[in-house]
């Protein structure tokens, strides 16, 4: 591309359609910042252009017109955008999406724009996504339905700040690695920060739960209120509004196979599946072995 001249369309689609899902703690960036700047402003309008992207039509979206927005919260990875009538916005980025504040409209040739919430004074709420799928959702709720809305009434509990203790949590006959991105049974993680933590409890990605000890159990659940505490750390010292299209993830592991373990310095290997990758330290997680790799091992059959 080059320099001055803005992408067009597709360029724009194929950068960032790798981008990284948001998790815990880029969800948690994007509250606090847009919580606070949105703040005590009016809705003056709303649209949906994205027409998968709400799945409520009851309250319909333009009960906010006119009501004042109160903040945005967080539980997992959804976004809940909250107003003085008693509505909330429940968000969810999936793998590509975002919410942004700007302070002008782009309007309906911002061809990314899902949902789009008007505020006075000209500045525009939009869940955008990027990419060609169309995942990322929004759901109009009374503020009383939130709890019981199915994708929060079947969140664990939160990864972070006090998670419960992990022992009798992750004891189940499952690897570490889907344990933990699975929203059930702890709310948060997905596969970015997963590899992070894992690497951070020098714990294979295939261990079980159930043969979690006592002490790998606390140094897991210690990685994890540290590790995404730390993100959300470094992110509030370096973001501000507007909020980029790609966060930089302050990640050492994940998407690092090939490279040095910062800690050991042995090669990080990764195994590819479908639709991610884990990427691990044989060394400092797996006694030296190196995981077979699916993808190879298909090819080589
Ligand atoms: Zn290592």
Redesign the pocket.
């Known amino acids: 591309m080059q320099e001055g001249l803005a992408p067009t369309w597709p360029q724009l689609a194929r950068r960032l359609a790798w981008l990284d899902m948001p998790e815990l703690p880029e969800v948690e960036i994007t509250a606090r910042l847009i919580g606070d700047a949105i703040a005590g402003a009016v809705v003056e309008s709303t649209l949906a252009p994205g027409v998968n992207a709400l799945k409520t039509f009851d309250p319909p979206l333009h009960a906010l017109d006119g009501t004042r927005l109160t903040g945005v919260a967080r539980r997992g990875k959804h976004l809940v955008v909250e107003s003085d009538a008693g509505l909330v916005l429940l968000v969810h980025l999936m793998s590509a999406g975002r919410l942004q504040l700007f302070d002008r409209r782009a309007g309906l040739r911002d061809r990314t724009s899902r949902v789009l919430l008007r505020l006075e004074g000209g500045r525009e709420l939009r869940l955008r996504e990027f990419g060609t799928k169309q995942r990322a959702w929004a759901k109009l709720l009374r503020a009383g339905e939130l709890e019981e809305d199915e994708a929060v009434a079947t969140l664990g509990p939160e990864a972070w700040p006090d998670p419960p203790p992990f022992l009798p949590l992750l004891a189940q006959p499952r690897p570490l690695h889907t344990l933990l991105r699975d929203q059930r049974v702890i709310a948060g993680i997905g596969r970015s920060w997963v590899d992070e933590i894992l690497?951070e409890a020098?714990l294979s990605p295939f261990k079980r739960g159930a043969d979690l000890g006592g002490d790998e159990a606390e140094a897991l659940r210690d990685a994890t209120v540290a590790l995404l505490g730390g993100a959300i750390e470094t992110y509030a010292g370096a973001l501000s509004l507007p909020l980029p299209d790609r966060l930089p993830l302050p990640l050492r592991v994940h998407r690092h196979e090939g490279e040095p373990?910062?800690?050991?310095?042995?090669r990080?290997e990764a195994v590819h599946f479908e639709d991610y990758v884990i990427a691990y330290?044989?060394?400092?997680?797996t006694d030296g072995k190196v995981l077979k790799d699916r993808r190879l091992s298909r090819l080589l059959k």
Request: charged share 15%; proline share 14%.
């Open positions: 690497w020098r373990c910062p800690r050991c310095g042995t990080l330290c044989p060394a400092c997680q």
